[in-house]
């Protein structure tokens, strides 16, 4: 059930974080990152299942977006907090202190959910979501814009450093901007789907934008001043779509398959969110330049953008397609 997947997402992210800050050797901090892993994995199944069971129409948009912002609030709070607590009490005691944050929610969910019983479906029904057209396009979407935001936004405070010269503390504030702008992102675009766009066209909007801040970031050696605009529009951008692509999940699957549903794009996401930065700083090294991996980043989201124009008319099962 919904609130049940909750409570063990938060679980984990407490012990995962407890783990961390206790570690006396490395394979200790290493088996609290895995479980870390495994809470970053069920969180939006979780919360996708609640939504879908508990949210009415014409409020899921607004309702996804505000939980999809949450991962830019805390990445914003981590980044702003955690290294001020480490520097004056330790870095082992803040990140242990961080663990009472998923411990609150654990408590608050008790109260405040309602409770949801698991569904039990045939082993077939559960396999046929792995082949559902709507769902592997839409989980290849997410690959593509992944890798693409994944690269940019890794390099991005390195680019400006090392090719652009800029200052260090400047060239980490881009990062801090992108971040600020997926929070305004997330929530408008899902609002912004669910009333006015509709799902596909909002996510084709969407990688095309993210297309123009690529090519900003391309074209800012002649022009310094681009980064900033481009980091703010990937941000909104290519940084946001995860609230769009959970509502369509959210809007067209069968309620009992939100949470399946859920993992087959998110594994998209993740892939692409993992494999993007290694070539891209691989070919930097190559090329001594990163003209040819930011070239590929804007392959990727013309790529995604036709991917994109194909989600309206994708049948959601297979047997649709004969129908």
């Known amino acids: 059930g919904g609130r049940g997947a909750l409570r063990l997402t938060l679980g ?46 014409g409020s899921r948009g607004t309702m996804t977006g505000i939980k999809q912002a949450g991962v830019q609030v805390g990445v914003f709070l981590g980044g702003a907090l955690l290294p001020l607590g480490a520097v004056h009490a330790g870095w082992r005691s803040t990140v242990l202190l961080a663990a009472a944050v998923p411990l609150v929610g654990l408590a608050a969910s008790h109260r405040l959910l309602p409770a949801t019983s698991p569904t039990v479906e045939p082993r077939v029904e559960r396999a046929a979501v792995w082949r559902s057209p709507f769902l592997l396009r839409l989980a290849l979407y997410g690959l593509l814009i992944g890798a693409g935001w994944s690269a940019v936004f890794t390099y991005l405070p390195d680019y400006a450093r090392t090719a652009l010269g800029w200052d260090p503390t400047a060239a980490g504030l881009l990062v801090s901007l992108s971040g600020l702008c997926g929070i305004a992102g997330r929530i408008g675009w899902g609002r912004t789907a669910e009333r006015r766009l509709g799902a596909s066209t909002a996510l084709l909007v969407l990688a095309a934008l993210g297309l123009v801040g690529v090519l900003a970031v391309l074209l800012a050696p002649r022009l310094p001043l681009l980064l900033w605009p481009a980091a703010a529009l990937l941000g909104a951008s290519s940084g946001s779509w995860n609230s769009v692509g959970m509502l369509a999940i959210i809007d067209r699957m069968p309620s009992q398959h939100a949470g399946a549903a859920s993992g087959v794009v998110m594994f998209g996401f993740l892939v692409g969110v993992g494999g993007g930065a290694p070539p891209f700083g691989w070919a930097v090294d190559a090329t001594g330049s990163y003209a040819a991996g930011l070239l590929a980043v804007a392959v990727a989201h013309l790529v995604s953008i036709w991917v ?16």
């Open 308 to 323: 994109a124009r194909t989600l309206r008319d994708a049948p959601i099962s297979s047997t649709e397609r004969g129908a």
């Open 12 to 57: 984990s992210s407490a012990l995962a974080l407890a783990g961390i800050a206790v570690a006396p050797v490395y394979l200790v901090l290493l088996a609290a990152a895995l479980t870390a892993g495994l809470a970053q994995a069920l969180a939006n199944p979780a919360t996708n299942k609640l939504v879908g069971a508990h949210v009415d129409d």
